[in-house]
């Protein structure tokens, strides 16, 4: 049954060229109305240009930063060993490719972002609900950097400044310079947001790199202070390859998978500007696993030497670097964190929840505004808390997150490749009472596969430190295989309630 509210444009055509990629018909009017602005309309083809080494330099840029050298460097703090920890975020990278390549192919198909997206199968107006749970999580990941990319500032100037500034008045539990150093990484990046798309993507291409080099020098670093190489691989595990490693290595594994599980998502915000499919598919291949592995490897090898070299496991790179008294190495390090952390926050925690912020009121609110609302929010969040310890980083902040948007995945991926074969149609996507409004536009099959999936899948999670306890006790033996649950659930059933529904609505 789909709602009675009036058409807000007539219908247009699509044509679908020979590389199968799909626009609005040339001389045909574009989408107007509520539920569109030029932020949310279809890419045209001819500015679709995004390479393979285009997305191929996205993932390098976006996975050398501090928060995903902290993933690994945490796994080591937790008690595994350097073949442990790469072993664990390995897999995870290669698990959380697949959803990525099937969300991301209707990107440079039809040239629609994420939300956009969501509406074939939430709903015209039920895609806000993925997009805001979505954006929400991006909020969060946003202050985390930003709290990252202020402590290299604050940690780094202080070594340079003396203790004048690194031994500042406190509040709110820190030094104000602290805070000021939070503001202007935060002021940066709102400066950089501001300019767009095409800025981002030339940021992109020269950071990935940069990054790079300056990982592979703290490496050098390291391995010299130890006396070499041994020192960085040879630190035993704590927990050795038994009972206690499993029951440690299945949670850590979702939380791997939960780091990515929300560019798996919203990666369309990206492919949507892809040449051809062949370029975001080798592009993201090339650069999420590979590159995930090897900044895994050079993290927890320098993390590794910190114990042979300090005594203890200091997994946070810009402490670590702090720990050094050359001043050209300092700035260079200064520099490496504060580009890794632009690349990476800005790319994945500020393009899309900006879209995802325009998609709730597109006439009111734009791709700039969505972005400084993410800002606000992101301050709002406290992220100082998240960031606090390694195990409420992991396990709790990551495990949440992968367990809740895998049912968003899940849906996404039963809707468009299973039911819809792939084709949607522009112009519904955009249209109030066409196939995509289903009740009032709201698809509430949907909906309950979300709750129902999301239930299962952080239910019987463990939200320390923030709270204690876990919500459902008894759905505490799923609660480390979040992801998974809520991915496999919520497909299973968003599949079988649209399978019962009246053959008078259409899929295509």
Excluded at 233 to 241: C, E, M, T, V, Y
Excluded at 426 to 433: A, E, F, H, I, V
Excluded at 437 to 454: E, H, Q
Aim: a neutral charge; proline letters at 6%; aromatic letters at 12%.
């Amino acid at each position: 049954m789909t709602d009675t509210a009036p058409t807000a444009i007539p219908p247009t055509s699509q044509v679908t060229l020979a590389d199968g990629r799909v626009e609005i018909a040339p001389g045909s009017p574009p989408p107007s109305g509520p539920y569109a602005n030029e932020d949310l309309l279809p890419v045209p083809v001819e500015k679709r240009t995004w390479t393979t080494y285009n997305f191929s330099a996205l993932w390098v840029g976006m996975a050398h930063n501090t928060a995903s050298w902290t993933l690994a460097s945490g796994l080591i703090a937790v008690g595994m060993d350097w073949k442990q920890a790469v072993f664990t975020i390995a897999l995870a990278n290669l698990i959380v490719l697949v959803p990525m390549l099937l969300t991301g192919h209707a990107g440079p198909k039809y040239g629609i972002p994420f939300p956009v997206f969501a509406r074939a199968s939430f709903g015209i107006r039920g895609a806000n609900l993925p997009a805001v749970v979505r954006a929400l999580v991006a909020c969060g990941w946003f202050g985390i950097q930003t709290w990252i990319g202020g402590e290299a500032i604050y940690f780094l100037a202080g070594k340079l400044i003396g203790n004048g500034w690194s031994e500042a008045g406190r509040f709110g539990g820190h030094p104000w310079t602290m805070w000021l150093s939070f503001a202007i990484f935060w002021a940066l990046q709102v400066a950089i947001i501001y300019r767009g798309m095409e800025t981002i993507r030339r940021f992109e291409n020269w950071a990935a790199p940069f990054v790079l080099v300056g990982a592979l020098v703290m490496l050098i670093w390291m391995s010299n202070k130890a006396g070499g190489f041994g020192p960085l691989l040879d630190q035993p595990s704590k927990l050795g390859w038994g009972a206690d490693f499993w029951k440690l290595f299945w949670p850590s594994l979702m939380g791997m998978i939960g780091f990515w599980s929300t560019l798996s998502l919203n990666i369309p915000d990206f492919t949507r500007y892809g040449k051809s499919q062949k370029a975001q598919t080798w592009g993201q291949a090339l650069g999420l696993p590979t590159t995930m592995t090897l900044f895994a490897l050079l993290s927890v090898m320098v993390t590794s030497g910190s114990q042979a070299v300090y005594g203890e496991t200091i997994w946070d790179p810009v402490q670590l670097a702090a720990k050094t008294d050359n001043v050209v190495g300092l700035l260079f390090a200064l520099v490496t964190v504060l580009v890794a952390t632009l690349s990476v926050n800005i790319a994945a925690n500020l393009v899309s929840p900006a879209f995802d912020f325009s998609n709730i009121a597109p006439r009111r609110i734009s791709f700039r505004t969505g972005a400084l609302v993410t800002c606000v929010l992101g301050v709002l969040i406290f992220p100082w808390k998240l960031y606090s310890d390694p195990e409420g980083y992991i396990f709790t902040w990551l495990g949440l997150v992968g367990g809740l948007l895998g049912t968003v995945a899940g849906i996404l991926i039963a809707d468009y490749w299973i039911l819809r074969r792939g084709k949607l149609d522009l112009t519904d996507l955009y249209r109030t009472g066409g196939r995509y409004w289903y009740t009032a536009g709201w698809n509430w099959r949907a909906v309950v596969a979300f709750v129902v999936g999301g239930v299962l899948a952080v239910g019987g999670a463990s939200f320390a430190p923030l709270i204690d306890g876990r919500p459902v006790e008894a759905l505490e033996p799923l609660a480390d295989y979040g992801w998974a649950v809520g991915l496999g659930t919520s497909m299973a059933l968003y599949l079988a309630l649209m399978l019962l529904r009246g053959r008078d609505e259409a899929t295509v």
